[in-house]
Structure formats: C-alpha cells, structure tokens
Nanobody
C-alpha cells in the first residue's frame, strides 16, 4: 500500500504565498508522476500542476506564472510553491501520485489540505 500526505494549508492574505508539500510512502518501486489538483467551494476538482519522472513540468493556465512545482525524488516528495494568491485560489488542494508497481500503474490520492485566501 502507498500513503500520500499533504502538508498543512492555511489562511493567506491576497497577494501572499504558501508552499505545500506532498510525501508518498509505503510500497513504492518507482514514482512515475506527481500531480496537484484543487477543488474550490461548490466547484469540481480541477488539475493544477504535474511533474513527471523525467522532470517535465505542466501547469494549468490559471496558475501558470504564479505556481511552481518541484520535487525531491530521493524523498518521494513534491512541492507546490504558490505566489500572488487570490481568493479564487481558495480550495482544498489534493496530491495524486502515480506509482509504478512493475506489473501495473496505480494512482494514490492524499486526503487534501485546505487553503483559504482572504483578507
């Protein structure tokens, strides 16, 4: 089994910054990719950013230029540095990890962490 845990979110003022982390642990042979999603109040869960095993990064247009995703492969950890936060960024942020178990790939989700952007 694989466990995925996001760091604690919090309350941030508009224009502020916050860094989230996501750690995967357990029965991991190889991590193929790590992703961030978010779900705002009354909204569907949307994809935010991804990092792949080859280092490739992808961002949703809504966060491009404001959010930066990075990783520490040795620690099975991904980070999401969020800057210039706006009220529309208020959401529960989820981390998803795609794990290669040699015979199959499987996705694992964290429980989510709440980020509130408000003055």
């Amino acid at each position: 089994q694989v466990q995925v845990e996001e760091s604690e979110g919090g309350l941030v003022q508009p224009g502020g910054s916050l860094r989230l982390s996501c750690v995967a642990s357990g029965n991991i042979w190889r991590i193929l990719s790590m992703h961030w999603y978010r779900q705002g109040p009354g909204k569907q869960r949307d994809w935010v950013a991804s990092i792949y095993s080859n280092g490739r990064l992808r961002y949703a247009d809504s966060v491009k230029g404001r959010f930066t995703m990075s990783r520490d492969s040795a620690k099975n950890t991904a980070f999401l540095q969020m800057s210039s936060l706006q009220p529309d960024d208020t959401a529960v942020y989820y981390c998803k990890v795609q794990v290669d178990h040699e015979v199959q790939y499987e996705d694992y989700w964290g429980q989510g962490t709440e980020v509130t952007v408000s003055s």
